[in-house]
């Protein structure tokens, strides 16, 4: 069992290919959530979620195939993202929050990982310790929504006192290029090992920095793994970190090293921005097959 600890939302996607017809189903855990189904993993998706979107909610999680423990709050979490280029840049702008997830289902005390994929500071450092110290479940972090905030509809990024001590929690902790840069300091694309020794210090096992088209850098202490991209047309990149983390928790728990893992993750994100939204057609054949490509 996998838990993917994040509130959901419904989202508004521009890209320079397509604009959504509508709010989308997305989020970090759903979409964690979403791939991890699609390859054939028992997982549950706790969170919030709005009364303006609980039924379709609820049926896509059945769709899918996705066990769920969610509170009901006034409105549902969303963003209006707009992206400028092919690498992933993009802007946000705040559609709706629902609120701080302070429930402890039973799926989590027999979670074999537990993801904490929050989209807007909806978990904080308490509840991650409360669940460190009554679990036994590996911990990743991807700390894209412990590190964003904001005010008056717009979305601004710092980092805050407690981020050293949840990424000292973590088996492994995910930024991406921007958010290693608000922790650090320093742009990985020009400097990737500093920003990644940083971090290691604060205490997470391993370390993942994803580069978007430029692929990952993996640090656990002791070597750098580079991981290439699996190279492909992207559509909307919404959703691609999310299901990289999907990626490293099945190939981790599968027994893969760390580059086959990395590579395997790769592929699992190359399938997801070749869509927009949650019907992407990701399975365990095709990301092997992309995955077999990629080691070569």
């Not at 850098?217 to 750098?224: A, K």
Request: net charge negative; aromatic share 10%; charged share 20%.
């Amino acid at each position: 069992m996998i838990t993917c600890v994040g509130n959901p939302v419904f989202d508004s996607i521009t890209t320079l290919h397509l604009k959504s017809d509508g709010r989308v189903l997305s989020g970090c855990s759903t979409n964690a959530c979403l791939a991890l189904s699609k390859l054939g993993v028992d997982v549950t998706l706790v969170g919030r979620i709005g009364t303006d979107f609980i039924k379709q909610f609820k049926s896509q999680m059945e769709f899918y195939n996705i066990h769920f423990s969610v509170e009901e709050s006034e409105q549902s979490g969303g963003f209006e993202l707009i992206y400028t280029d092919e690498k992933g840049s993009r802007t946000l702008n705040i559609l709706g929050d629902a609120g701080n997830i302070d429930i402890f289902p039973q799926e989590l005390a027999s979670s074999d990982w537990i993801l904490f994929g929050p989209i807007l500071m909806e978990i904080d450092l308490e509840y991650i310790k409360h669940i460190k110290n009554t679990t036994q479940a590996k911990i990743f972090v991807d700390p894209q929504g412990l590190i964003r905030f904001h005010s008056e509809g717009n979305i601004f990024h710092k980092k805050t006192e407690d981020i050293e001590e949840i990424a000292s929690l973590s088996d492994v902790f995910k930024p991406n290029e921007m958010e290693c840069q608000v922790l650090t300091g320093i742009d990985p694309r020009k400097d990737y090992k500093t920003p990644a020794k940083i971090i290691k210090s604060w205490g997470p096992e391993v370390v993942i920095i994803t580069l978007a088209e430029m692929g990952s850098v993996i640090y656990d202490g002791s070597e750098f793994t580079i991981i290439p991209p699996y190279k492909t047309d992207v559509l909307d990149s919404t959703g691609a970190g999310d299901t990289y983390a999907a990626g490293i928790i099945y190939s981790l728990s599968h027994g893969y090293g760390l580059f086959k893992a990395g590579c395997f993750a790769s592929c699992v994100a190359s399938i997801k921005i070749e869509h927009c939204g949650p019907d992407f057609p990701l399975t365990l054949a095709e990301t092997q097959i992309r995955t077999k490509q990629l080691l070569k």
